[in-house]
């Protein structure tokens, strides 16, 4: 069964750092995909970054790239100069399967990151 | 542009009355539809997913109904709440084939069960 791990409940940043945020993945599907999504506290979810595993390279937008190491099964997500609105929290999830007629994603349980000024 | 609508934003009902939690997508046509509940500091459960009207998928047993009778109305029901059920509840829409994987969530609605 696929799973997402995210060991890291809660992180504190200083303004303007750079912040890794962990995910970890299973699955035993060779065709999967890899997303970030930020929470405000206002709770809406919003989309942030997709790695495909047959991707080669690092998906990277604007300030958000993911750290893809798939022999480690890894898709951490790198933030670089952190803003106070980054102040969040951030789910890791996964997708299976290439042709799935529908997008079926599991969530990680989240890390909420603090950027302190 | 796609935009996506839940309402009511917020709710609160007693224990045993029925619910109804309506999303609709504008902007895109055929969308996969999703309905997720998420505990109060949880991640998101699926609980619902729809490829098309009339076409209803359910990943977790439990007192609640999914139903789409248009193509981009997506409606979450129960017939007699429980405490269990309060959470946030979100709605999603997501393109079909290959490589339209993002989904695009809704504003969300707070369901308190008292």
């Known amino acids: 069964a696929q799973k997402i791990t995210q060991t890291q409940p809660g992180m504190f940043v200083q303004e303007k750092e750079a912040v890794t945020l962990d995910c970890t993945y299973d699955?035993?599907?060779?065709?999967?995909?890899l997303f970030w999504y930020k929470q405000p506290s206002s709770g809406e979810m919003i989309f942030l970054i997709y790695?495909?595993?047959?991707?080669?390279q690092n998906a990277t937008e604007g300030r958000y790239s993911l750290n893809f190491q798939k022999a480690r099964k890894s898709a951490n997500l790198v933030i670089s100069a952190s803003q106070l609105g980054d102040s969040a929290m951030y789910f890791c999830?996964?997708?299976?399967?290439?042709?799935?007629?529908?997008?079926?994603?599991?969530f990680g349980s989240g890390t909420r990151l603090s950027i302190r000024p | 542009s796609q935009t996506i609508h839940q309402w009511p934003a917020t709710l609160v009902q007693p224990v045993g009355s029925p619910l109804s939690l309506e999303c609709t997508v504008e902007?895109?046509?055929?969308?996969?539809l999703y309905w997720y509940r998420q505990a109060a500091g949880r991640g998101l459960q699926l609980l619902f997913y729809s490829i098309g009207i009339d076409q209803i998928s359910s990943e977790v047993p439990q007192n609640l109904s999914a139903s789409r009778p248009q193509d981009r109305q997506f409606i979450l029901s129960s017939k007699k709440l429980l405490l269990s059920d309060s959470g946030f509840y979100l709605c999603?829409?997501?393109?079909?084939?290959?490589?339209?994987?993002?989904?695009?969530f809704g504003p969300g609605t707070r369901l308190t069960v008292t």
């Open positions: 902007g895109t046509s055929n969308p996969n």
């Open positions: 999603a829409w997501s393109g079909q084939g290959v490589g339209s994987y993002e989904q695009y």
């Open positions: 699955t035993s599907d060779p065709s999967y995909g």
């Open positions: 790695q495909g595993s047959y991707d080669q």
């Open positions: 999830a996964m997708r299976e399967g290439r042709y799935s007629s529908a997008s079926k994603i599991i």
